[in-house]
């Protein structure tokens, strides 16, 4: 399937304890297609978006979400207002053939427009200190490449701080 393919590459340069984690399996790929994108987690949800060529082939796909296992790190008060608060892009891809001709910004874009529209705060990608194109690309688009271990306060309307720490993530 097009979107596996794609997340593999999103995952190229994420350690392999991680892949195991993150890569998306069968039911996850079936759901997604079944949904239109949107699956419903414990604090908010995610969304798949894909771009597709003037053949209907898949060219592109973003994931973002709530940081689930950053959230759940934090008081059972704070969590949902840091799933409304908080989104992660969780995996961004763009098929080689097409890689340079906007489909990515196309892609952020899209979502940056949708998180604004719900009211996030914070859009993060974590990226691989390794990974240099991609920081790079991130930068410009606007993003802020975080130093890693570098923390970040987040104001709740509690008004109550979370902290999150960057390993390797731009923000």
């Not at 994108?37 to 995610?46: A, E, L, Q, S, V």
Request: hydrophobic share 40%.
């Amino acid at each position: 399937m097009a979107v596996g393919r794609l997340a593999a590459i999103a995952l190229e340069h994420t350690p392999k304890a991680v892949q195991k984690r993150a890569r998306p399996g069968r039911d996850l790929v079936g759901y997604i297609e079944k949904r239109g994108g949107i699956i419903r987690t414990r604090h908010g949800h995610t969304i798949c978006r894909v771009a597709t060529d003037h053949q209907h082939k898949v060219i592109g796909m973003i994931h973002v979400g709530a940081p689930l296992d950053w959230i759940e790190d934090h008081p059972m008060g704070l969590r949902p207002a840091l799933g409304r608060a908080v989104t992660e892009i969780g995996m961004l891809a763009v098929d080689a053939g097409h890689q340079g001709q906007g489909v990515g910004a196309s892609l952020l874009a899209a979502v940056e427009a949708d998180e604004r529209e719900r009211g996030t705060d914070v859009l993060f990608a974590k990226v691989a200190w390794s990974n240099w194109d991609s920081l790079q690309w991130y930068r410009k688009q606007g993003f802020i490449i975080a130093a890693p271990g570098a923390d970040f306060l987040l104001y709740t309307p509690t008004e109550r701080p979370a902290s999150l720490t960057s390993t390797t993530a731009t923000l």
